[in-house]
Nanobody, 123 residues
Framework: QLQLVESGGGLVQPGGSLRLSCVTS????????VQWFHQAPGKEREGVSC???????EYVESVKGRFTISRDDAKNTAYLQMNNLTPEDTGVYYC?????????????????WGQGTQVTISS
């Protein structure tokens, strides 16, 4: 059965860090691009970072220099390291997987989705 399971969310203070994980099963992650999405309370879901099958990454402007996406295909797992978090980063984070390509694009359509993990940044 195809699954993506996110973990690593939680409550941290502004300036803190979290590392999100996305463990996949039922398909070979190495043949897919991966993207992390953020849905803030009351807002639409937004792509924040993607990584292609070739390991090339893109970031939305608001997270550049703070977030780092990575993947470990041997473990069928993708990660999102989030540093210097702000209250605006609060929300549910989803990972998704889609067709492989050399480059990834934040507005791509993804086939497979996880259920999300809650991140709350508050003092």
């Amino acid at each position: 059965q195809l699954q993506l399971v996110e973990s690593g969310g939680g409550l941290v203070q502004p300036g803190g860090s979290l590392r999100l994980s996305c463990v996949t099963s039922g398909f070979d992650l190495e043949h897919h691009n991966v993207q992390w999405f953020h849905q803030a309370p009351g807002k639409e879901r937004e792509g924040v970072s993607c990584i292609s099958q070739a390991g090339l990454a893109e970031y939305v402007e608001s997270v550049k220099g703070r977030f780092t996406i990575s993947r470990d295909d041997a473990k069928n797992t993708a990660y999102l390291q989030m540093n210097n978090l702000t209250p605006e980063d609060t929300g549910v984070y989803y990972c998704a997987a889609g067709p492989q390509s050399r480059f990834c694009y934040l507005d791509s359509v993804y086939d497979y989705w996880g259920q999300g993990t809650q991140v709350t940044i508050s003092s």
